[in-house]
């Protein structure tokens, strides 16, 4: 069981460890009279050290059994459940989303304010992954920037929001076709690129649209933000506890009930799940329409579709453009709910979320990417005492993904064309 | 006489040092069948890619229905109405046969985005005619049966066909095929040789052809040119080219 090379990687790697722990943990510089003197931390952490060390050449000591070990776990592990076959079904199928359609909407009456809250924010993500998975999943371009038409959507309808008193209703239009249009004139350089240089440039183009709305302090109010973003309205109804001026009527006074804060986040939440079933009807028709095949078809053989008339540059940039147009609407749906943005919310942290979404889900996949924009903001929460190691949490889920099932929770089947004999 | 559908003149392709393609002229006319034949890496396929876009040739005109074409990005200018297929099979392989087929119609379905996400009558229309020339060419090829199938399960022979078939639905006016016949066998490349020869009698478009096997070529072709390392060796009728001592010569090697 051991062998000669896991003794030598053993210590090779204990030694590394060692090295490299002992310069990052167990020294500190400190100032002593007019220089700074390198010295020794205290005890514990050198304790701790010795321990890393001693369980890392362990570790390479018993590797083999040990991955044999993991490897039979994974064995072990319950197979995904398998779906009903619900193609052959259509009626059955339109019954259950019924069903679930209503039971989305009725169940914020049941549950506390906190946990509706928490479904808003699942279903902003939600509404981003799908949108993403139209660039990444479907089209095939690895898009890094994401966020940036996130915040171009969440600051149109701050801006017209705050400058003219435009309502959430006109906003919501305008910042999709605001997001789609920097999509249109971000991708039309870019698109040109592939892989890797397409990452890149996408990753550098949202920062720039981040640090843009950090420097513009005149219109966005740099890192101060905006603040006081007004809520949307039911037909003009407003939900606050008191008419602002101007206001058409309140809420609670329209429908004779007592004032309470529930009915806002319970109506931002119907808003919002809202949003994602028209999101999930419009990219269903589009994989089924000409662009949806011509998607697919440029992620298999960009050579062919050329030799048949198809512009890949036109058939990506649609995809681009769409894909930004809904986080355009999710941003600006953000914003609404928010209350307050800055530029804060609209980091690389947050595209590096929404992708792991579309690749959790299982790149194309739309029931995929529901469950992970559940797990990725769920389980988050849940293990609010663990706040600190969320990170160390998401990379521990990612590889183990990658070991358990790297082609996503629920990989992409695609709905196909059926030509039905006449 | 009317002009060739397509006429180049002086066409060059060099990599680096390599002179793959060396003062090449080329005519085909309407409704032909017009073959290109020599040993291998004789050059035959960038010459394809070169008429095709999808080389930039080094030098040369080409002029497609006495309009320019040469420099044009491939997909306009399969959009003028030459279409190709590859040496090796290009299907789109995880999507079905019809699918294949729609995508290639792309250009003639109802493409703007509010049309098909409310499915106007237009759209349907559109898309009703596509998937009838769709079916109307699986029929001709022969894989009617075959429509929800994925491409990459056909067999070798029908991917190839269905590859004809799909270029076929965007409707050209010349079809560029690059050894169409290589690994069938010798039934299937007698059922080639009938589909070819009736995309010229029935559908009434030319064709240039690349091609390995000999008899097929002889049988179909209205002219043959040959291309030796780069350069152009004869051109001529089937009769004309099998008594070239020259073209003997190049295939045989000097006694
Ligand atoms: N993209 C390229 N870069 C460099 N050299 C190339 C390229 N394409 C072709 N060549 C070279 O050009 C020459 C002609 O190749 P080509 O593929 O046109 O030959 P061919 O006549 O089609 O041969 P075959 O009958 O084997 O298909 C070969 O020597 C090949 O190596
Ligand atoms: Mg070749």
Redesign the interface.
């Known amino acids: 069981m051991i062998n000669k090379q896991g003794f030598t990687n053993g210590i090779i790697a204990a030694v590394v460890l060692l090295i490299l722990s002992a310069l990052l943990m167990g020294v500190q510089l400190a100032n002593e009279g007019t220089g700074l003197v390198v010295k020794l931390k205290h005890a514990e952490s050198l304790t701790l050290i010795a321990v890393g060390a001693v369980i890392v050449f362990l570790f390479q000591l018993f590797r083999q059994p040990i991955m044999g070990t993991i490897g039979m776990a994974k064995g072990a592990l319950p197979a995904m459940p398998v779906l009903p076959d619900l193609k052959q079904n259509p009626k059955l199928k339109n019954l259950l989303m019924a069903f679930g359609l209503a039971a989305l909407l009725i169940w914020p009456f049941t549950a506390s304010r906190g946990a509706i809250d928490l479904a808003t924010l699942t279903l902003i993500y939600i509404m981003l992954g799908l949108g993403l998975n139209i660039v990444v999943g479907l089209a095939g371009l690895l898009d890094l920037g994401y966020v940036g038409f996130y915040a171009v959507g969440a600051y149109t309808y701050a801006l017209l929001s705050s400058y003219f008193g435009l309502s959430f209703w006109v906003c919501l239009p305008i910042a999709g076709l605001m997001a789609a249009f920097f999509g249109f004139i971000l991708g039309f350089p870019v698109l040109r690129l592939r892989g890797d240089y397409l990452a890149i440039v996408t990753l550098g183009f949202g920062e720039i649209i981040r640090i843009m709305l950090n420097n513009m302090t005149e219109l966005t109010g740099g890192p101060n933000g905006i603040s006081q973003i007004a809520k949307p309205t039911l037909f003009g109804l407003e939900f606050n506890r008191k008419l602002k001026e101007g206001g058409d009527g309140l809420f609670h006074e329209f429908f004779g009930l007592a004032y309470s804060g529930t009915y806002k986040v319970i109506f931002l939440y119907i808003l919002a799940v809202l949003l994602v079933v028209l999101t999930l009807f419009?990219i269903n028709?589009?994989l089924r329409?000409?662009?949806g095949?011509?998607w697919?078809?440029l992620r298999?053989?960009e050579?062919?579709?050329?030799?048949?008339?198809?512009?890949?540059t036109v058939i990506k940039l649609t995809a681009f453009t769409?894909g930004a147009a809904f986080a355009g609407f999710a941003g600006s749906f953000f914003a609404a709910r928010q209350g307050f943005i800055s530029p804060e919310s609209f980091i690389f942290i947050e595209s590096a979320i929404i992708l792991a979404i579309v690749v959790l889900g299982g790149m194309g996949s739309q029931l995929g990417i529901i469950l992970a924009a559940i797990v990725m903001t769920v389980l988050p929460e849940l293990a609010r005492e663990f706040q600190e190691y969320r990170m160390l949490m998401f990379g521990l889920l990612m590889v183990f993904m990658m070991i358990w099932r790297p082609q996503g929770l629920l990989p992409m089947k695609r709905p196909?064309?059926?030509?039905r004999s006449q | 006489m009317s002009n060739p559908l397509l006429k180049a003149s002086g066409l060059s392709m060099r990599f680096g040092g390599l002179l793959a393609v060396d003062d090449v002229a080329l005519t085909i006319d309407e409704k032909q069948i017009v073959s290109v034949i020599g040993p291998n890496g004789a050059g035959k396929t960038t010459v394809f890619n070169c008429l095709t876009g999808f080389y930039k040739p080094t030098s040369g005109e080409i002029f497609y229905k006495d309009k320019p074409i040469h420099g044009l990005p491939g997909h306009k200018i399969s959009r003028l109405g030459i279409v190709r297929t590859f040496q090796h099979v290009r299907l789109f392989k995880e999507m079905t046969v019809i699918e294949n087929l729609l995508v290639a119609q792309h250009r003639h379905l109802k493409t703007g985005l509010l049309a098909g996400l409310f499915k106007t009558p237009g759209y349907r229309r559109a898309e009703a005619e596509g998937i009838e020339r769709a079916a109307h060419w699986l029929e001709r090829v022969n894989l009617l049966e075959f429509a929800n199938r994925e491409a990459g399960n056909l067999a070798y022979g029908q991917q190839r066909r269905l590859e004809i078939a799909r270029c076929m639905v965007a409707s050209p006016e010349l079809l560029m095929l690059d050894e169409p016949a290589a690994g069938l066998n010798p039934n299937e490349t007698d059922e080639l040789n009938e589909l070819i020869v009736s995309l010229r009698d029935i559908d009434g478009i030319s064709i240039l052809l690349i091609e390995h096997d000999m008899k097929l070529v002889m049988d179909i072709s209205d002219k043959i040119f040959v291309v030796n390392q780069g350069q152009p060796l004869a051109d001529g009728t089937p009769t004309e080219i099998v008594n070239n001592p020259e073209v003997i010569k190049a295939y045989l090697g000097e006694e």
């Open positions: 419009v028709r589009l329409m000409p662009i095949r011509a697919e078809a298999e053989d050579i062919a579709c050329r030799s048949l008339g198809l512009n890949p769409i196909h064309m059926e030509m």
